[in-house]
């Protein structure tokens, strides 16, 4: 019988709200942290424990067969899978942010503006689309520092319960994106018998959730 993969974070944001639900689908396995996979002993499943960035691109190439991750790092690396279930957790929004003191007033102000990021690809999609012409600083982290630093106008990054933003001296200012887990499989992998098995667990526990 084939055992199936699924690829959720190592650690970090989503990796306990994703072996909670595991778990509570009846899956019995070993969270250890050191380990990089973990057999599931009573259904044919092993779990791979990555960095979240890489999962999207593990179930594109059908590494894994499934994956919990989130849907902006989903859209940030365009790949072409399959969204199967929403998840509930995990819940932040895309924001661009500027500083308290911005003289920036509408969406147009950003035209000609410097936006640090660690989302290009999102970014660049929202600003094409409103006719922007930004300038889109791709930095790989402690993006809320960038207006402060002199670095750039404005920030693109996740919000959500505003704290970084303000002990930063920003305020939201544009909704790019929301994003919150989701479950995704290779194209094509809704047809398979125990991926539909899986996905019926993992609903009746959201609904007992509910
Ligand atoms: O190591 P690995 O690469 O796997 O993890 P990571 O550091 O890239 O990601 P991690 O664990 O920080 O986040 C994983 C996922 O959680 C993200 O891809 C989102 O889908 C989701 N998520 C939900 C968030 C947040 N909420 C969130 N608040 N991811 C990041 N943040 C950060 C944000 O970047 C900012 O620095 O939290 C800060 C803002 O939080 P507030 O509460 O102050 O607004
Ligand atoms: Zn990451």
């Known amino acids: 019988m084939k055992t199936l993969k699924i690829a959720i974070q190592k650690s970090g944001r989503l990796?306990?709200?994703?072996?909670?639900?595991?778990?509570n689908c009846g899956l019995s396995?070993?969270?250890?942290?050191?380990?990089?996979?973990?057999?599931?002993?009573?259904?044919?499943?092993e779990i791979l424990f990555l960095r979240d960035d890489d999962i999207p691109e593990y179930?594109?190439?059908?590494?894994?067969?499934?994956?919990?991750?989130g849907e902006n790092v989903i859209?940030?690396?365009?790949?072409?899978?399959?969204?199967l279930q929403r998840l509930g957790?995990?819940?932040?929004?895309l924001k661009i942010a500027i500083t308290n003191n911005s003289d920036i007033t509408d969406i147009q102000g950003l035209n000609g503006k410097s936006i640090a990021t660690t989302y290009?690809?999102?970014?660049g999609k929202f600003l094409a689309k409103q006719n922007i012409d930004a300038d889109i600083r791709t930095i790989s982290g402690s993006v809320e520092i960038s207006p402060g630093l002199g670095l750039s106008d404005a920030i693109c990054?996740?919000?959500s319960t505003g704290g970084t933003l303000k002990s930063?001296?920003?305020?939201?200012?544009?909704?790019?994106?929301?994003?919150?887990?989701?479950?995704?499989?290779?194209?094509?992998?809704?047809?398979?018998?125990?991926?539909?098995?899986?996905?019926?667990?993992?609903?009746?526990?959201?609904?007992?959730k509910e």
């Not at 990796?15 to 778990?23: Q, T």
């Not at 250890?32 to 259904?43: A, D, E, R, T």
């Not at 859209?75 to 969204?83: K, N, P």
């Open 157 to 159: 990054d996740l919000v």
């Open 168 to 208: 930063n001296g920003l305020k939201p200012f544009a909704d790019v994106m929301s994003s919150e887990a989701v479950l995704i499989g290779s194209k094509g992998s809704e047809n398979d018998d125990l991926i539909q098995e899986l996905i019926q667990r993992i609903q009746s526990v959201l609904r007992a």
């Open 89 to 93: 957790f995990g819940k932040c929004s």
């Open 120 to 123: 290009p690809v999102i970014l």
């Open 15 to 23: 990796n306990d709200k994703s072996v909670e639900l595991l778990k």
């Open 29 to 45: 396995f070993e969270n250890y942290k050191s380990s990089l996979i973990s057999p599931v002993s009573n259904f044919p499943l």
């Open 59 to 69: 179930v594109q190439d059908g590494i894994a067969d499934l994956g919990i991750v």
């Open 75 to 83: 859209e940030e690396t365009e790949v072409a899978v399959s969204y």
